[in-house]
């Protein structure tokens, strides 16, 4: 077996990263060759297996052990390694080496994920997304392990046990799993009405986004930059992705559960493959104190984000994520995000929920991955020198030199090595205790919930009202099938009773769309207040986003023009956009004029869910063909369902109203490629009203 060294300690040992089994001799895991790995050992040819057999117990009794404990929440998750560069320096608010130069940049490896469902669940439920990302700086790791919505739904660490086992599957019948829609997550949502603001997210375009790479990340709770004269700042860390913002329709989500159930995780893996990297501007939000005083809400209270519209977004550093992992077990399963990883210059706040979080994961990753030691795990280990005095546990890979096992120590004296010492200036300081939020320092041990933290109502409003009537229309859907699902009429009803404090029209379409009547509104802590709105929370506010790393379909018959396959070929790569080709049958198709070619994927396999836009590039034959088949029918029904740009040739029309397709803005001649590219990243939203019935 040969080892590649990539990852190194900077003390002149190396861990071994990779390893490649190229034309190796197979071996026992003590190295002792292997002469048949077909059959165990047993007497006589059909006579019983032998204990003594030591090659076939060891490799059983490895397998029996191959898994480790799911993650409690996040647990399918989707990963890349990438970099990240400094774009701007700003060592007026932190003393992290990393942001001291423009064009500073360290590795960092990503991890996407869906919060509720297990490992080996769906891509694309109805779900928030975890958005976690690991810096390898020069001073250690920093872990900011985000989601993709900029609040929390629970304001202290206290309730989180009692958040997640209410979302998870209910427990006595082990379903449903990977969804919201059960009455134990709706129980706990109408009784804390704190958790209302990011259901409203939840129930928003953003819980079904179109792809890992087209949702923004948010690091949701207020942080502290600390400078090289200590003076501390509150920042909020946002990630933009280059791509734009874009979200599925439920529908579509419903159907690519069943069409692609690794539709998130395929489409990342892909796009590095192909050489498509996906990127992310890293912004901060710098809070002012004085002008955080001045706000109805409480920066430290992770159930309210600032509106990019009262503190702006500046844009700090790049990431790009260019390499996919070579082992998903390695990688994926073992890297241990921990919010307690920051660099000196990092620091946190007294958010309630970000401190009970700077305990949980440490210790869930000794669980996890088993041992004290999981930092020695390649892609956990800092990328930068590591010398302590911590020693051995479980799974110890390293072989520390010399007696200097503590500290204080003199064995330099004697001319032995002494270990390292701690660095009174370039180490890690805690911030100090700051009032300068304008709030009063902490005096006494109290079990309470702070008064600022009481407004539950007005951010939801605020959200809701951000959005444009379509959006606001799929917020009412989401809630009317959620809650249908409820079987519990009192927590539906009080459920209706909050949604009357976030938003009066808001409440009577959820309560008509389950044809219920409406309940006296909940009693508020605090009476919401209307804030402003901020353009910044919808995705559909935003200039529609380039073609760039969107797939288009072309669906090809016998007796197709090549011609205008080529063309929209061309025109889709042009846009640095992908294309697949498919067919009745995926051999070959042959084209006017005899030329054959291979479909990239059957028509039965690539339902149109999986595309941006559609074509159909059909011969008369071809195409009356296709009217007799059913997949053929429903790939183009759900594409304009769906709203999508469809472009087709004359000869397809016949098809196309067998299909229910009817001319509007979006359905186009297969000629025109440079139309349909325009519109590759676009829906036709006129369309929905015609289709969807408004609720
Ligand atoms: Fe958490 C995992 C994000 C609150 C306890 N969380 C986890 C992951 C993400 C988040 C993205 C997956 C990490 C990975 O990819 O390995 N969590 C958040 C955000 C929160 C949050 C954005 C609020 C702002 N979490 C939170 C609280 C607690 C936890 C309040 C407990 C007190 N989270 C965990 C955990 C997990 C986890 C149980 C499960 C697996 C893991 O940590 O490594 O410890």
Known sequence: MTAAFTATRGNGDELQETVSDAGTRLTTNMGIPVSDNQNSLRLGARGPTLLEDFVLREKIFHFDHERIPERIVHARGSVAHGTFEVTKAIPELTRAALFQKAG???????????VAGGAGSVDTPRDIRGFAVKFYTPEGNWDLVGNNTP????????????????????????????????????DFVSLM????????????????????????????HTFRMVNAEGKSTFVRFHWKPRLGVQSLLWDESAKLQGADNDYHRRDLFEAIAEGGFPQWDLGIQVIDPAWAEKQPYDVLDATKLIPEEEVPVQLIGTMTLNRNVDNHFAENEQVAFCPSNVPPGIDFSDDPLLQGRLFSYLDTQK???????????????????????????????????GRASYEPNSLDKAGEVGGPRADTRGGFITARPVTDLGREAPTEKLRIRAETFADHYSQPRMFFRSLTDVEQGHVVSALVFELSKVALMHVRETVLSHLRNIDETLAQRVADGMAMALPAAAEAAVAPVDLPVSDKLSILKQPVPAPKGRKLGILVTDGADGAVVDALKAAAKAAEASVMVLAPKVGAVKLAGGTEIAADAQLDGAPSVTFDAL??????????????????????????????AIA????AQP???????????????????????????DRNWDREKTIWPAL
């Not at 051995?392 to 072989?399: A, E, K, N, V």
């Not at 087709?648 to 000869?651: K, W």
């Not at 196309?656 to 349909?676: R, T």
Request: aromatic residues 10%; glycine residues 6%.
């Open 193 to 220: 009405p704190e958790t209302l603001h990011n259901v409203m997210w939840a129930m928003s375009d953003r819980a079904i986004p179109r792809s890992l790479r087209f949702m923004e990340g948010f690091g949701i």
């Open 615 to 644: 074509a159909v590039v059909a011969s008369a034959e071809g195409a009356d063909q296709l009217t007799r088949h059913k997949k053929a029918l429903d790939w183009l029904s759900d594409g304009f369902a769906h709203l999508k």
């Open 655 to 681: 098809l196309l109203d067998k299909a229910g397709v009817s001319k509007d803005d979006f359905v186009l001649d297969a000629g025109n490629a440079q139309g349909l590219i325009a519109k590759l990243a």
């Open 151 to 186: 609040v929390f739904f629970i304001q202290d660490a206290m309730k989180f046990p009692d958040l997640v086992h209410s979302v998870k599957m209910e427990a006595d019948r082990g379903y449903p799993q990977a969804a919201s829609a059960h009455d134990t997550f709706w």
């Open 104 to 114: 500073n940049s360290c590795d960092v490896f990503a991890r996407f994920s869906t």
């Open 648 to 651: 087709h040739t004359a000869e």
């Open 367 to 401: 669980s996890r991955l088993g041992t004290a030691n999981f930092h020695q795990i390649p892609i956990n280990a800092p990328r930068c020198p590591m010398h302590n005095f911590q020693r051995d546990g479980m799974m110890q890979m390293q072989i520390p030199k």
